[in-house]
């Protein structure tokens, strides 16, 4: 089945006069249940091209939900999920993969038995006939995270949790998605390398990739996004530009506890 082609959103300008970024990822009004529950209420948000968009919210909220539904692990009973301007509300996981979508879900999942470079080689597997695009990418990932590189022969299990995390992000971006999604990089990791890692999350849509950020740790997501959205029992409660939302009373008070 291939992804049908739909009209990708029409961007107004913004207060400079200059259109904004192409919308990579577009959710429009999406119900989603399981089984008999609903678990997400007329949903929609945006994911631009350059940003990271993080989404916010208590466990529980919805959040991992719909990393699921972009995914392709659940399918919307109503709405639509479009990418890049197709529409893949009935795309196979597989497809949305080889589409540009990467993923990268909690606790890691790096494969212990295998070697850092084998790790990340395994991330590039949708592209691996691309031999030198996938040595550019290779260079492109040591340069993000040097001591991937320095430890390139060690097997994945003995890494750090910090390692871990930047290993599976790495892996993610071997494939060079339009699209990286972060499901709670933060989990398990200490404060102070969680500061450094969402630097460097930064630092990777600064490069041009887009990222969308599903975090509990809405003060560290919210102070690297460019744009965010609360999500409250599976609807979104409150979006806006990031900056905003952290100096926003309810935001600070129910999340960042101030």
Known sequence: MELATAQPPVAAADSTGRPPALVVLDVRAVDVYYGQAQVLFGLSLQVRRGQVVAVIGANGAGKSTVLNLVMGRLRAATGGVTLNGETIAQASTAQIVS????????????????????????GGYVRRKDKAGMARTLDE?????????????MLGGVLSGGEQQMLAIGRGLMSSPSLLLLDEPSMGISPKLTTGLFTDIRRIADTGRTVMLVEQNAYAALGIADHGYVLENGRVALEGPARQLMHDDYVRQTYLGA
Not at 108 to 118: K, Q, S
Not at 141 to 153: D, E, G, I, Q, T
């Open 99 to 122: 589409g540009g979508v990467a993923c990268v879900p909690q606790r890691r999942r790096i494969f212990p038995t295998l070697t850092v470079l084998e790790n990340l080689e395994v």
């Open 141 to 153: 990932v040591y340069a993000l995270f040097p001591v991937l590189k320095s430890k390139s022969p």
